[in-house]
Every structure is written in structure tokens, then in C-alpha cells.
């Protein structure tokens, strides 16, 4: 059975930091391609950031230079540090895994597997 585990969400202040994690159990974490993608309400899925099995990382625009995914396939974790946060990267951050690296990162309905999600707000 395939799980993925966000925790580390919060509330913070503007211009603060946070750091989210994603354990993953049931697969072969350090081949699987990883994603962070996030909802705000009333708008769709967006994906945040990848990093796939060799390390190659993309991000989106609006967190270039903020955010930071990493991996530690020791620990079957995915991390993203969110730094200098702002009140429109408030939203329902989400891990998601997809085994190949094909295709385009940003689309959610190339990966397979989701977190349940965890909530982030930034307020100003």
C-alpha cells in the first residue's frame, strides 16, 4: 500500500518560513519522480515544484529563489523550504509521486500517488 505523509504546515507571518515534509512508504522512493503542488480555494491544482530521481529540480515561477525541494532517499522523505512566504502562497500544499519522468511535472494527473494534503497560511 502506497502512502505519502505531508506535515509542517502552519500559519506564519508574512516574510517567515516553513518547511514541509512527505514521508513515503510503499514504493521504491529514490525512483520515483516527486512533486509539491498546492490549491488555493476556488482555484486549480498548481504544482509548486518537482525533483526527479536524479536530483534535477523545477520549480514555478512564483517561488524561484523561496522555495527549495530536496529529497533524502535514506529516510524516504521529501522536504520543501518555503522561505520569505507571502500571503498568495497560502493554500493546501500536497505530495504526489509518479514513476516516470516523462511527460510534463506540472500536470497533477501524471502522478499517481497524493498526500492528503496540508494547509498553509500566510498572513500579511
Do not use: H
Request: with cysteine; glycine share 12%.
Amino acid at each position: 500500500q502506497v502512502q505519502l505523509a505531508e506535515s509542517g504546515g502552519g500559519s506564519v507571518q508574512a516574510g517567515g518560513s516553513l518547511r514541509l515534509s512527505c514521508e513515503v512508504s510503499g514504493v521504491v522512493f529514490s525512483s520515483y519522480c516527486m512533486g509539491w503542488f498546492r490549491q488555493a480555494p476556488e482555484k486549480e491544482r498548481e504544482g509548486v515544484a518537482v525533483i526527479f530521481s536524479d536530483g534535477r529540480t523545477k520549480y514555478a515561477d512564483s517561488v524561484k529563489g523561496r522555495f527549495t525541494i530536496s529529497r533524502d532517499n535514506a529516510k524516504n522523505t521529501l522536504y520543501l523550504q518555503m522561505n520569505n512566504l507571502k500571503p498568495e502562497d497560502t493554500a493546501m500544499y500536497y505530495c504526489a509521486a509518479r514513476s516516470t519522468s516523462g511527460g510534463t511535472w506540472r500536470d497533477p494527473t501524471s502522478y499517481g500517488y497524493w498526500g492528503q494534503g496540508i494547509n498553509v497560511t500566510v498572513y500579511s
